[in-house]
């Protein structure tokens, strides 16, 4: 990774099975901001979409009725007044959201990013090994969330992610950026045409690569400052931080959540 690009380790969050950025809840108390965990129990589980891709059982019109608790404690905790998720489709597209017009679990079109300006609306991506990017501009407290395998990687989820900023007059220099809890790169052995597709050189056969680095050093390459940038120390797979891995086994999901309190 380049520059000063720096690992931290998530705290745990008071009152909720999650874990959050240490230095930004002391910088930014403006900001809600964290990853999920499994739970004592292991049930924490906010999964609403099965494996191929369609919705578990829902109630009425677009509110989702599985795992409701668990949301249901999410936005509780966080204090605001609904929250943004979408079916995550490996690709690069990144909505902007006003007001949600609703309370609790809203769903929105097919996605892989999320950005706001508005107070009490909390942005979600599902993760199991998969990288939650979070990207604050401080300034003017706004945020986006993103949700990176290494297809939206590819595709350019990051940089569409970090052009709404631009388009709003935010400099990249003065965005925060922090890649969250995922698989490390030890852990994530792929095959060539994952390198080829990140335009790296491809190996022979199976080698790990670290999809962090990889952000980090692109995110630094749009002009973010290295000192802003940084990475988990968690990994999904081979830590002890309790989250959900798709590669372990574990058909559950955790939430990468970010928004601005109400």
Do not use: K
Request: hydrophobic share 40%; proline share 8%; glycine share 16%.
């Amino acid at each position: 990774m380049r520059g000063s690009v720096r690992t931290v380790r998530e705290i745990p969050a008071t009152g909720l099975p999650a874990v959050v950025h240490p230095e930004w809840a002391r910088s930014f108390p403006w900001l809600v901001q964290g990853t999920t965990v499994r739970g004592g129990d292991g049930a924490f589980d906010l999964r609403l979409f099965g494996p191929d891709g369609g919705r578990l059982p829902v109630g009425n019109g677009e509110r989702v009725e599985s795992t409701p608790e668990a949301w249901g404690r999410l936005l509780g905790w966080s204090g605001c007044e609904a929250v943004a998720h979408a079916r995550q489709v490996h690709e690069d597209t990144v909505r902007s959201h006003g007001p949600l017009g609703g309370h609790g679990l809203q769903l929105v079109p097919d996605c892989d990013g999320h950005f706001t300006a508005v107070p009490g609306v909390l942005l979600a991506v599902a993760v199991a090994d998969c990288v939650p990017v979070s990207v604050v501009d401080p300034e003017r407290r706004e945020v986006a969330l993103l949700h990176a395998g290494w297809r939206g990687v590819a595709a350019g989820v990051l940089e569409r992610g970090l052009a709404v900023f631009r388009s709003r007059g935010s400099p990249p220099d003065g965005l925060h950026l922090h890649l969250g809890p995922s698989i490390c790169g030890a852990c994530y052995e792929v095959g060539g045409e994952v390198f080829a597709g990140l335009g790296l050189p491809a190996p022979e056969r199976p080698e790990p690569i670290d999809l962090r680095a990889v952000l980090a050093d692109r995110a630094v390459e749009a002009g973010l400052a290295a000192d802003r940038v940084t990475v988990s120390e968690h990994c999904t797979l081979c830590g002890d931080g309790g989250f959900h891995s798709h590669r372990g086994g574990d058909a559950g999901r955790q939430v990468g959540f970010l928004g601005v309190r109400p």
